[in-house]
Structures are given as structure tokens and as C-alpha cells.
């Protein structure tokens, strides 16, 4: 099989071939019964949610309860999780775990959710919400900017637009926190683009825009499309922009599509996005009337087949810092103490189908949050909103907040 047929496959084909590194690695345990958990769960005191019954009969399948019994403990299968997706992406955390060290890292700075507005750029796929949701729980709503594969189409016009959003602080002084990642499923075996949609059978891909892009540049070359920037194609102006933006890059690199696999590329994809980003609030922000921060990364859907065991979510961050009356300080996220699974099942306030534990890969510690198949399909295709997260709430208007008001 030559080259470019093997990455066409594992980026996306529905085929069952997985990529050299994940073939490799043994195949990654099924969950282990709620029985097995090493702590107590906030989900088993709350009520049954809707599509208890049907999830529970997929687990019951999945899951051989001979099986099940000499599993690993929750821990040690979040820590195989994890690490099936740090052989991608080295810098993965854990979604709710990335957005709680942002949220913390930020607030040194002076940024919180009630004085910055979030300014959000993200794949348009619909599976992104997970993510986009996570920082809307600590910023409130955000302006998108959202374009295939994350790709940034909106110009100065649409970042101004969002900047002009934001809530004014007492002083006078505005607050941006820009987010921008493109995207990436791993599944729980450790293929690339493979992801199961709630309520759609059969396997998936995404990013789907990112693995055509892959392709497209694998049979056509990257010269025919490498073009002038702002070049496209009036009917496909984002895919055709993607396309353009990674094809300069790859080139400037010196990589060739042919040796690239989904996450080669989507990586790329994320310099472009970041670089570009940047570029943008160079030409859109006021340093002298607003402090603003930059967090960019590769988000990474970590499901497993049908949805039937835990499903995790993550993001590989790669820049992030805030510029604070114009001076640029870095975060190492890293190195920002990670919740512990008490406090994230706090902050989750008894959502059905969320449990958190820990994770030990790459040596330090880290908190995991597993997601329920019924909770994936009520935040991604379901009219009927789960139970809110208690803390999920709109955003104040910090002229009414006593005392930071005034301040
Ligand atoms: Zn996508």
C-alpha cells in the first residue's frame, strides 16, 4: 500500500486500518463498571437520565461483565486514554481540566467572566460544543468566528464586530480572551479521524474538512495550491481558503503531504489558525484600552465505538498568554495545578453521565472527566437540554456587580 493510500485510511476511510503508532499499541481496555470505581460519582446519586436504559443496554454489550471484572480501575483506564492521545498530541489535557487552569491562569491577570468577553474560533462541526461550551461556563457567551477546520475567514470587520461586544470595565478599560483551535478525533483504539456522532450509525470523521484537505493535497500536489492569500473559490470560499493556508505552510516547513497523517496536518493547521489570529489582533486591538489573552491549541475528540463505553474530550494547548496594558506575559498550562475530581464533580453540580478521575500519563497528574453516551447525545442532538450545570449562567453586567463595579 503506498504511502498516501495508508494516510488516506487512517485519516478517515471508513475502513478498519488504523495508523502505524496505534497498531502498534495493544488495544485500550473497555471502561471499567461503575462497580470498579475507585470514588464515589456524582452521576450515581442523580436521577436517571432520559437514555439511561438504552446506554446501559449498549454498555451491557460492550462490556462482558466477566470482562468488566478483571478490568483495570477507573484510573489506570483514564490513564490508557490519555496516553493513546498524548502519542498524537503530547500536550493533551483534559477539556474541563484545560479550561479550569485557563480560567485560574487568567484571573492573575485580571480576566474573569464577568469584566472579558470570550472570543471563540473553532471548526463548525457541531461535535466542537463540547469545547466551546467549557469556555462559555467561565466567560459566557462567546463571539464566534468559527470557519471550516477552524480556519479564520472573519477579517478585521468580524474581530472587530466581537471586540465591540465586550464588557466595559469601570476603569474603562476592555477585557478579550481569543480562543482558536482546530480539531481531531481520536478514538478510544487510538485511530485518527475516527469518531462515532450521537443518534448516527457507523463510523465518522473529523475533522472532515481537514482529512479532505489532507487528501486533496496528496494527489494534486502542493503547488497547484499554493496561491496568492485572499485567493478562492467563490463557491467554496472557506475549504478553499484552508486548503491555500495549510499548502503555504506545509511548503514553508518543508513537510510533504505524502508522509503527513491527520494529525500532521492538523497541527499545522493550528500554527496557521494561531499565526493568523495573532495577525488579526494586530490589527484589531487597542493596547492602550484593552488587555486581552491568547489561548490556542488542537482540540480532541476521544470517543469510543457507538458511544459505548467513556468518551473523553481534550485539547493539546500550544500558546497562551495574556498582554496586560500592552506587555505580553506567557502561561506554561502545565505547570498549573490540575482540580482535583472532587472539585471537577463540584463544578459539574450532579450532571448525569459526567465522572471524573485521574489520570497519571506523561508522569504528573492530571483529572479526567468521562462522558455518558446519554450526556454526548442530549449537549450535541437533542432539543431537551440536559439539567444545567449550576454554575452555568449568563454573564452579569459588571456595572451591577457590587464592589468590583465601584473599584
Ligand atoms: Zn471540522
Redesign the pocket.
Known sequence: MSVLARNQMAACAPSAARPAAAAARPLAPRAPARGTSNAAAPAAKAPAPRRDARAAAAVSVAEPAAAAAVGPSRDTYFTLRHEIVRSHFPTALGVEDFVSRVERALSQFGFNGNNAIAMTNL?R?EVTTILKAEIESVFGSSFNTNG??GVLTCGVTGMGAGLSHSPVCPEGRERYVFFASP?CAVDEHGELGAISRPNRPGKSC?????AASLAQLQSEGLDSNVRVPGVHDPLDPEMSILKQRLARRIQAENMEPANMNLADITSVAERVIADDLEFLISKAVDTSKADYAVVTGVQIHNWSTDLAGANFEFVAPTRAYAVVNGVRTDIDLESVPPLTPRQLNTIAGGVPGLEAGISSAGQSMHTLQSMSASYLTDVICSSELPQPRDYLRGKPNPLNMPGEAKA
Open positions: 471548526c462541526d471550516l477546520g480539531h473529523a475533522c472532515g474538512a481537514m
